[in-house]
């Protein structure tokens, strides 16, 4: 008997800090759809994990689900790498894709503070938020959108609210179930959850980055449920302080997005994607 390779029915492209965590845990509990137990699998970025060959993206993947799904916010990093959009439609042209966003300056602020508390962002909030900078690219959303319509017809790509998801989950998922094409049925109290909401934001420390550099630790970080994650964060860190963004600086960073910020909004009002 011929077994056929299974690949991804839909892939969650970003944006990152967008509740991309939360629509992949959602989804992961739907009874017709396989989400992998490593939510970024990254296959399509050159620099990562695209020369792990087909076959390694392949096996992360079963047939004994209706549907699969992966979610990767790197697949809309244009600015950092290059060519995703084009690599995906090679091997998957017919995939659907979901593109989740937010008010883009309270995601450069959330990418910020996220790099921050683990240790990866030094940089005082002035030095690290300019114009060119990964912030600030990843909140264009129009750029990053464009650049799969280069490959993609436009019904392949939902684009979801992510303020609408956090308050409204049913109306949103009944959305993607139908944009997917199967029924809304998640077990009660799925829905109810709500991921990384810690009582208090912490500070990574210098043993916890050790260990999630270790194999144990990243193999930990894919398996254990975001709960325990956060239990443990809380109990062995210290509350981050977290870096205040001046009114001068907002307003800098409003007036470099705003024009991308526009475009996007007209797109998806004339498409009729999303209810702003």
Not at 23 to 52: A, C, T
Not at 98 to 118: G, M, Q, T, W
Not at 215 to 225: A, D, E, M, Y
Not at 245 to 253: A, D, F, H, N, Q
């Amino acid at each position: 008997m011929e077994v056929t390779t299974k690949y991804p029915d839909f892939i969650i492209i970003g944006a990152m800090k967008c509740g991309t965590t939360s629509l992949y845990h959602y989804l992961s509990h739907h009874p017709d759809i396989f989400m992998p137990k490593e939510k970024e699998l990254d296959y399509f970025v050159e620099e990562i994990n695209f020369s792990k060959g087909e076959e390694w993206y392949a096996s992360q993947f079963t047939q004994q689900y209706k549907l699969n799904g992966e979610a990767s916010p790197n697949y809309t990093k244009a600015h950092l790498f290059k060519g995703v959009p084009q690599k995906i439609h090679q091997l998957l042209p017919d995939v659907k894709l979901i593109y989740l966003f937010r008010d883009p300056v309270e995601r450069v602020y959330s990418h910020y503070i996220h790099n921050y508390s683990i240790g990866r962002e030094t940089r005082p909030l002035t030095k690290a938020l300019t114009a060119d900078s990964n912030y600030l690219k990843t909140s264009k959303y129009f750029f990053q959108v464009q650049e799969y319509l280069k490959y993609f017809d436009r019904s392949q790509l939902l684009i979801i609210n992510a303020e609408e998801l956090r308050t409204n989950k049913e109306k949103v998922l009944q959305k993607v179930c139908a944009f997917l094409g199967v029924e809304f049925d998640f077990e009660e109290g799925i829905l109810s959850q709500d991921l990384h909401k810690s009582k208090t934001k912490t500070k990574r420390s210098a043993f916890n980055t050790w260990v999630l550099n270790t194999s144990v630790g990243k193999f930990l970080k894919n398996t254990i449920p975001e709960g325990w994650k956060l239990y443990y964060r809380e109990k062995t860190e210290k509350p981050l302080k977290k870096p205040v963004m001046s009114t001068e600086l907002e307003r800098k960073i409003e007036k470099n997005l705003r024009e991308d910020y526009s475009n996007f909004k007209k797109f998806i009002t004339d498409q009729s994607t999303v209810s702003e």
